[in-house]
């Protein structure tokens, strides 16, 4: 892919949201700083043709030291703007659904499997998503090491699972035994932005949050 120009003050604020976007709680700097120095080089990918239609790829936002990690499928034009994941009316639907689990934002960790805004918002290809997630991903949930993730849409089920999203919710998952995730568990819910184009998603996106507050009390994850 050819070389992309980016202004110097759109590196500039990235890196200084990435620094505000990454915390811990129990002291873990050395991851702090590893996630950091990993977003510093998400800034400058080019791997894929999503990159020409955003502003600049968005980091994953939270605190590095919880045990739970919720992914979504990619940034939207809000999110593509500040630089941080799941704000506007998407973020303000997944903050209920965190409080509907019994949890608080500020205990979780935040990212998604594609790191650019697509324009129109349009559906991310199958190969961008795979790409993204092998290049990036993989890499944010090998350092973060979570003992539950959680999904949003189909994408991200489908890039961590291979399911199908239909038949995996409302499911307890665990990771095969050769993978490094292998002591994490997986549950696929229904994007947040589904639930504002279809009342009968946003009915499910609540169903699901009984399912998923009763697998983390069951996993003892509650801060």
């Known amino acids: 892919m050819t070389e992309l120009l980016v202004d110097e003050k759109v590196i500039k604020d990235r890196q200084n949201q990435i620094s505000r976007n990454t915390y811990t ?6 991851k702090v700083y590893e996630l950091r120095f990993l977003y510093g080089k998400l800034i400058g990918c080019t791997a894929c043709a999503a990159r020409k ?3 600049a790829p968005v980091s994953g936002a939270g605190n590095v030291s919880s045990k739970i990690v919720l992914v979504g499928r990619n940034p939207g034009r809000n999110e593509d703007a500040e ?3 799941f704000i506007g009316k998407g973020g303000d639907l997944l903050n209920q659904f965190i409080k509907w689990v019994g949890l608080d934002r500020e205990y979780l960790f935040i990212t998604n499997a594609l790191k650019c805004f ?8 199958t190969e961008e998503v795979n790409l993204c997630g092998a290049t990036w991903l993989t890499k944010e949930l090998n350092l973060l090491k979570p003992k539950l993730i959680i999904t949003f849409g189909a994408e991200a089920c489908r890039l961590l699972t291979n ?7 409302m499911k307890l998952h665990q990771f095969a035994d050769n993978s490094p995730l292998s ?3 997986i549950i696929c819910c229904t994007h947040p932005g589904a639930c504002l184009r279809n009342s009968i998603y946003a009915d ?3 169903t699901e949050s009984y399912f ?3 697998q983390i009390k069951a996993l003892r994850l509650l801060p």
């Open 212 to 214: 998923v507050k009763a």
């Open 53 to 55: 239609e955003c502003i």
């Open 118 to 125: 697509t324009e129109d918002n349009r559906v991310p290809t």
């Open 25 to 30: 709680h129990n002291n873990e700097l050395e």
């Open 83 to 85: 630089g941080v994941p």
């Open 163 to 169: 399911f199908d999203y239909k038949t995996a919710t």
């Open 204 to 206: 499910r996106f609540r």
């Open 183 to 185: 002591k994490s568990y």
